[in-house]
C-alpha cells in the first residue's frame, strides 16, 4: 500500500491565541479537590487529605496511583485543585489598573467623571478602530466632538450591545496600529481623574495604596458636608445621603466662594444626627474589595458601552454575558492549585526540599483559614489585618517582589519562575545556534 503521509494537508490551523483569567466558576469545574489544610504530609511522610497534595491532585511518587484518574504517574497528566478564600482579594495582576479606573470612576453614581459627550466620544473612537477605520477615529479625536456614527457602523458594534458577531468579522486582521490607538484611548480616560463628577457634582476621595494590593481612600470633612448639602438640595426633603454607605467622599477644598458660603448655610439646615454621619464617614479608610465589586458592578451597567469594549476590545474572545461581568477579572474568589506533578519535592543529603510553590501555597492556605476562623467572632480591625496578611500572602505567590520583607522578596512566585525558565530557554536557543 503506498504511503500517503508525504501528501497529507493539515485539517487545522491557529488563526489566533488570546488569553484571559478564569472565572470563579471556571476554577471549581477545572478543579477535582477543594483544598482545606496548610499540611502537606503527615508525621509518616503520606499526604494529608484535603492538603496541598492530596492524591486526587495526581501521584507524589512513581510507585502511587492517582486518586482521580487510577493511573500511576508517568500517565497521569495530573489534575487541578482549588483554594476557596474566605474574603475576595484583588487580582494582583491586575492591580494597578484596577487603581487607575477607580480614579476616573465616581463612587456615587458609579460613572465614569467625564461628562457624557467625552466617554460617548472615547467610545465611538473604540468602535470606530474595532472596524479597522483608523483614520475615522484619528479625526474623531482632533476634531473634540461627538461622532455620529453611520447605520452601516452601528451594524458593527453589534458586540457591545448584545448581539453575536459576523465570523467574517472575527477573522478579521489586527494591526499594530489598531492596538496602539486603542491602548492609547484606555490610558486617557484613565488619566483624567478629575477631582469632581462632572455627572452628579460630587467630589470623590482620593485613592491610595499604602502596600500593594492595598487601598485606602482619604475623604475630607469638608467634601463630606459639600457632597451632603448637594445631596440634600438635591432631594429637597431634608434627608441627606449617608455617603459613608457608599464610599463617597472627596478632597480638600477651602470654601472661599460664594457658592461655599451658601453651602455653609445650607449645611446649617442638616440635622445633628447627619453631621454626626457625615464626621464619622470622613478620614481615612480602607477601600476593601467587596466596596470596590459593588461599585465596578454598577460602572459595567452605568457605561456598558465602553466597559464591553474596555474588557474585549477585538470583539471576538468573550460571549456577551462573559462581558457584563468583566469586572470580575479584578477580584479573586478562588486560587487553582497546580497538579502534584508540576510542584515535586526534591530529594538531597540535606533533605527533603520543597518546591517553591508548595511553601506559598501553604502560606497563603494558613492565612486563609486565619482568616476564616477569626472573621465571626473577632473585632474589625482584627479581621482587616488577617484580611491584608491574606492579601500579601496571595500577592508574594503571583509575584515576589511584590513582597514587603526580604525573605518573601527572595521568594520564588510565579513570575519569577517563569522568568527563570524563560532565561533557560534563551539560553538553550543561544548554545543551539552556537
Given amino acids: 500500500m503506498a504511503d500517503l503521509r508525504g501528501i497529507e494537508a493539515t485539517s487545522e490551523e491557529v488563526d489566533s491565541i488570546h488569553f484571559s483569567f478564569y472565572s470563579d466558576d471556571e476554577i471549581k469545574r477545572i478543579s477535582v479537590k477543594k483544598i482545606t489544610k496548610s499540611e502537606r504530609l503527615d508525621a509518616k511522610n503520606h499526604p494529608v487529605p484535603g492538603g496541598l497534595l492530596d492524591p486526587a491532585l495526581g501521584p507524589i511518587n512513581d510507585t502511587d496511583t492517582c486518586k482521580s484518574c487510577g493511573q500511576h504517574s508517568g500517565r497521569c497528566p495530573g489534575h487541578f485543585g482549588h483554594i476557596e478564600l474566605a474574603k475576595p482579594l484583588f487580582n494582583p495582576l491586575l492591580f494597578m489598573s484596577l487603581k487607575n479606573l477607580l480614579h476616573a470612576t465616581c463612587f456615587h453614581c458609579h460613572k465614569f467623571r467625564l461628562n457624557n459627550e467625552q466617554v460617548d466620544r472615547y467610545a465611538n473612537e473604540l ?136 453651602s455653609i448655610n445650607e449645611a446649617r439646615r442638616l440635622s445633628d444626627d447627619t453631621i454626626k454621619e457625615m464626621v464619622a464617614s470622613s478620614g481615612k479608610k480602607y477601600l476593601l474589595p467587596t466596596e470596590v465589586e459593588f461599585i465596578l458592578k454598577n460602572l459595567w451597567k452605568n457605561e456598558a458601552k465602553f466597559c464591553m469594549l474596555l474588557c474585549d476590545f477585538q470583539q471576538n474572545t468573550l460571549s456577551v454575558s462573559e462581558k457584563r461581568r468583566g469586572y470580575e477579572m479584578f477580584f479573586l474568589n478562588s486560587l487553582l492549585v497546580a497538579p502534584n506533578r508540576f510542584r515535586p519535592s526534591t530529594s538531597s543529603s540535606l533533605g527533603i526540599m520543597e518546591h517553591p510553590q508548595n511553601v506559598l501555597l501553604s502560606k497563603v492556605q494558613e492565612a486563609n483559614l486565619l482568616l476564616q476562623n477569626n472573621s465571626a467572632g473577632s473585632d474589625h480591625m482584627d479581621v482587616l489585618r488577617r484580611w491584608m496578611d491574606l492579601q500579601r500572602s496571595v500577592n508574594v505567590l503571583y509575584d515576589s517582589s511584590k513582597g514587603l520583607v526580604k525573605s518573601e522578596k527572595n521568594a520564588h512566585g510565579i513570575r519569577q519562575l517563569l522568568e527563570k525558565k524563560e532565561r533557560s530557554s534563551s539560553t538553550e536557543d543561544d548554545g543551539e545556534e552556537g
Avoid at 461622532?147 to 452601528?154: I, Q, R, V
Avoid at 491602548?183 to 455627572?199: Q, T, W
Avoid at 475623604?219 to 449617608?242: I, P, Q, R, W, Y
Fill in 127 to 262: 468602535e470606530l478602530l474595532v472596524k479597522g477605520d483608523v483614520a475615522r477615529a484619528k479625526n474623531l479625536e482632533d476634531s473634540g466632538k461627538e461622532a455620529s456614527l453611520s447605520e452601516n457602523d452601528e451594524d458593527s458594534t453589534e458586540a457591545t450591545s448584545g448581539d453575536k458577531s459576523s465570523p467574517e468579522k472575527d477573522k478579521k486582521t489586527w494591526t499594530s496600529i489598531q492596538l496602539k490607538e486603542i491602548l492609547s484611548i484606555f490610558s486617557k480616560i484613565m488619566k483624567k481623574r478629575e477631582k469632581k463628577c462632572a455627572k452628579c457634582d460630587y467630589k470623590n476621595p482620593s485613592i491610595s495604596s499604602p502596600i500593594y494590593g492595598w487601598l485606602v481612600k482619604d475623604t475630607s470633612a469638608s467634601a463630606v458636608m459639600a457632597n451632603a448639602v448637594a445631596d440634600f438640595k438635591l432631594k429637597g426633603d431634608g434627608s441627606a445621603h449617608n455617603s459613608g454607605e457608599t464610599g463617597v467622599s472627596g478632597l480638600d477644598e477651602e470654601p472661599t466662594s460664594p457658592q461655599s458660603k451658601g
